[in-house]
Antibody, heavy 116, light 110 residues
Framework: EVQLVESGGGLVQPGGSLRLSCVASGYSFSTYSMNWLRQAPGKGLEWLSYITSSSSAIYYADSVKGRFTISRDNAKDSLYLQMNSLRVEDTAVYYC?????????WGQGTLVTVSS | QAGLTQPPSVSKALRQTATLTCTGNSNNVGNQGAAWLQQHQGHPPKLLSDRNNNRPSGISERFSASRSGNTASLTITGLQPEDEADYYCSTWDSSLSVRVFGGGTKLTVL
């Protein structure tokens, strides 16, 4: 069974940093691309970043480009999102999702709250 | 980054058929197709159909996806109470090199 478990969310002040992690199990992590996405309270889904299986290609949404960095460690079956210069509008549930012609498996999400 | 366009809400009666639409352009829906996801309140999204209109294992045949030009559609037949949820379309935009989402359609089953 494919499982994705996010962690690392919490309360942070504007301008602060957080590092999210996503641990995968139940499939060969190293052979799939991955995504980070988020959903602000009461809002729709927003894609943030994509990384290929070997990290050879990485893409970002304009809203996070230059502030967030996606990475992965295939030896640890783990995906990461380093978030810097956080803003109030970054408050959301953050999801990691496997990519197979679409984000096909999603984690349960981790809540990030940016507030003073 | 421009997203895909979905109607905010659709209401249909129990056991009827609902067709949800998703409009993009030639750089996204028109050449990539669109995936469809279902999200119930308080839960993560679940993939219903990938961009090639294939249903993942375990997804009911009542859900079917199609595309015509720059518009993708999700048809749900025999509506059930559990189909009441938010539905999102999504695809890759080959011009912008980003994944785009529609704003979501809230489906109400009367």
């Amino acid at each position: 069974e494919v499982q994705l478990v996010e962690s690392g969310g919490g309360l942070v002040q504007p301008g602060g940093s957080l590092r999210l992690s996503c641990v995968a199990s139940g499939y060969s992590f190293s052979t799939y691309s991955m995504n980070w996405l988020r959903q602000a309270p009461g809002k729709g889904l927003e894609w943030l970043s994509y990384i290929t299986s070997s990290s050879s290609a990485i893409y970002y949404a304009d809203s996070v480009k230059g502030r967030f960095t996606i990475s992965r460690d295939n030896a640890k079956d783990s995906l990461y999102l380093q978030m810097n210069s956080l803003r109030v509008e970054d408050t959301a549930v953050y999801y990691c999702a496997r990519d197979k012609k679409a984000p096909d498996y999603w984690g349960q999400g981790t809540l990030v709250t940016v507030s003073s | 980054q421009a997203g895909l366009t979905q109607p905010p809400s659709v209401s249909k009666a129990l056991r009827q058929t609902a067709t949800l639409t998703c409009t993009g352009n030639s750089n996204n829906v028109g050449n990539q197709g669109a995936a469809w996801l279902q999200q119930h309140q308080g839960h993560p999204p679940k993939l219903l159909s990938d961009r090639n209109n294939n249903r993942p294992s375990g997804i009911s045949e009542r859900f079917s996806a199609s595309r015509s030009g720059n518009t993708a559609s999700l048809t749900i037949t025999g509506l059930q109470p559990e189909d009441e949820a938010d539905y999102y379309c999504s695809t890759w935009d080959s011009s912008l090199s980003v994944r785009v989402f529609g704003g979501g359609t809230k489906l109400t089953v009367l």
